[in-house]
């Protein structure tokens, strides 16, 4: 008998109800002792040839759905077409290995090598598979892993994990949810279930033994996964996520409380094509542009000439709004080729990464900030610039002179270090802005790796000692009358954005999916109820009775099923 409930991390709100299909991702493991006829060089073809084949379906799954998932299939295929990966299946093949198995056992080798190393690289390991798995199917003649081509009904999907070429091209309408044993918070799966707006839970132990077809009712917030429930209980999830759709229509136009206090809602975005779901989920203006997402798969720095047209295009998709872009985030969860840390890191994450990178690589982050001025001067957006991983003011100083000599007037810092927000009024003094990025000031107050699925739990943006930072940084913007926005995930919670607010928070930021839900839950609230809100979260003792205590001052959530 299995469960009536399972748990895991709710990564993508909402409900979804359907039954649990499984990711076909099982292609068998060529026989070891699979030799090929004799011709090595007509093998070595057919593998070259199926390797190809998968780069290139990659990367076109990548440019149909655009955004952060060009960029993540794109370093998939790169990875397709590893030169290393070649001269490993062409050595096994000069010694009469067939084809499939050869692809099988190179890479094979490199995903332990990768899961052996931890941190981001152990993450990738899912990428790795699925490359193989999609070159022996090719090469066996087999149908390629993935989604069912043509299902009967809308379904939930249920895997051990999703690699980004399964999640990409995922049609809302046809998968209602999904749940993976494995991922955290900041793995693709989550990350790019909620750019989809696909309800999704990850870190879900037992979901792989989900019998298939057994009907489930997901819970994207809370991490909860009903197996067949009650109709009832259904119903009732159905009637709330359709009154919820509702509710959160009806609300439109600038970020406010009830009470008239403006709080400007804005968008993240990777690239050019997440503006148009910015723009029609109301967005203020961009909060967060990360620019690195731009530049994943390069090897050589980009010219700023060839950053100027990306840039531009935001600005003027923007124009008469506010764009915050941030300079290369380079290092640990993001890494760039051409910005590599100077030696091996044993921690990348609190290595060499972010605005640290410049001071080895001043020429990228000129250019960079050439390519922004000459950009700005066209547009009538209100180009802001910030660095990221600034731990002090010293950082803060130089990153500003370098900007204000490019032309760039608008300089901030992200402030997702403890000892910057802990010194926030020293920082505050060189800079013009803060914008807080809640993901890392979380790994780095918990000590809790943001690529870590087994940690899922410390990483929790309620934690009250990272509320007190976030109170710490609001005020001493507030005392220095500078803006402070938020621009991590935890910005796109509800009821943590009415959080933020009441503790001083002038700006919030985050996927565009989650606009209207942030827009309808201020607009139902005072600034005082998000006063007292952030005053029981902060008083306090863990993340779960933190965020307990703040949703009880704050009524209208349940009322719109947030
Ligand atoms: C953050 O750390 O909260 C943030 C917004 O930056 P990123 O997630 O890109 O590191
Ligand atoms: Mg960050």
Request: hydrophobic fraction near 50%; charged fraction near 20%.
């Amino acid at each position: 008998m299995h469960a009536d409930r399972l748990a895991g991390v709710g990564v993508s709100p909402g409900a979804g109800y359907g039954p649990a299909h499984r990711l076909v991702r099982d292609i068998p493991e060529p026989p070891r002792a699979a030799r090929h006829g004799g011709d090595a060089r007509a093998e070595l073809r057919r593998a070259e040839q199926a390797l190809e084949r998968v780069a290139a379906d990659l990367a076109a799954r990548g440019d149909r759905a655009g955004g952060e998932a060009r960029d993540v299939l794109a370093a998939q295929a790169m990875m397709a077409r590893d030169p290393d990966l070649a001269a490993r299946v062409a050595e096994l093949i000069e010694q009469g290995v067939a084809a499939s198995r050869a692809v099988f056992d190179a890479f094979t080798g490199y995903r332990e090598l990768l899961a052996a190393a931890g941190g981001y690289l152990a993450a990738r390991v899912a990428d790795v598979d699925d490359i193989r798995d999609r070159a022996v199917a090719a090469l066996e003649g087999l149908a390629l892993p993935g989604l069912p081509a043509d299902p009967a009904e809308p379904y939930v999907l249920v895997a051990r994990d999703l690699a980004p070429a399964d999640t990409v091209l995922l049609d809302p309408a046809t998968v209602v949810a999904f749940v993976t044993e494995e991922g955290g918070p900041t793995s693709h799966t989550a990350i790019l279930a909620r750019a989809l707006g696909v309800p999704a839970v990850v870190g879900c132990a037992g979901a792989s033994a989900i019998p298939p077809g057994t009907p489930l009712l997901v819970d994207g917030s809370s991490g909860v996964v009903r197996l067949s429930p009650h109709e009832d209980e259904v119903a009732r999830a159905v009637r709330g996520a359709e009154q919820n759709t509702a509710l959160l229509a009806a609300v439109s136009g600038a970020g406010a409380t009830a009470d008239g206090h403006v709080v400007p809602l804005l968008a993240n975005v990777g690239g050019p094509a997440d503006i148009a779901p910015a723009l029609a989920a109301g967005a203020e203006g961009v909060g967060l542009f990360r620019t690195e997402f731009l530049f994943l798969d390069r090897v050589d720095p980009p010219t700023w000439r060839e950053q100027q047209d990306a840039y531009r295009e935001v600005f003027e998709a923007f124009s008469g709004s506010r764009v915050i872009v941030r300079v290369l985030d380079a290092g640990a969860d993001k890494p760039l080729d051409f910005l590599p840390p100077p030696a091996p890191e044993p921690n990348p994450a609190l290595g060499e990464r972010g605005v640290r990178m410049f001071r080895h690589f001043p020429e990228v982050l000129a250019a960079q900030l050439e390519a922004l001025a000459r950009a700005a001067k066209g547009t009538s957006a209100r180009v802001q610039v910030m660095a990221p991983m600034v731990a002090t003011a010293e950082e803060a100083a130089w990153f500003g002179e370098a900007c204000r000599a490019a032309g760039l007037p608008s300089v901030g810092v992200m402030i997702e270090i403890p000892a910057a927000a802990l010194r926030a009024a020293d920082i505050a003094a060189v800079t013009d802005f803060f914008s807080i990025g809640t993901n890392d000031l979380t790994q780095y107050t918990l000590a809790a790796d943001r690529e870590a699925g087994a940690l899922a739990g410390l990483q929790d943006p309620w934690h009250p000692a990272v509320l007190d930072l976030v109170a710490l940084t609001a005020a001493a913007a507030m005392g220095s009358g500078r803006d402070c926005g938020v621009c991590g995930e935890a910005a796109a919670d509800p009821a943590l954005a009415c959080v933020f607010v009441g503790l001083g928070v002038t700006s919030l930021s985050m996927a565009a999916a989650a606009l209207p839900r942030v827009r309808a839950a201020l607009a139902r609230h005072t600034v005082d109820d998000c006063r007292r809100a952030a005053a029981a979260a902060r008083a306090a003792g863990t993340a779960s009775a933190a965020r307990t205590a703040a949703r009880a001052e704050l009524p209208a959530l349940a009322d719109l099923s947030l």
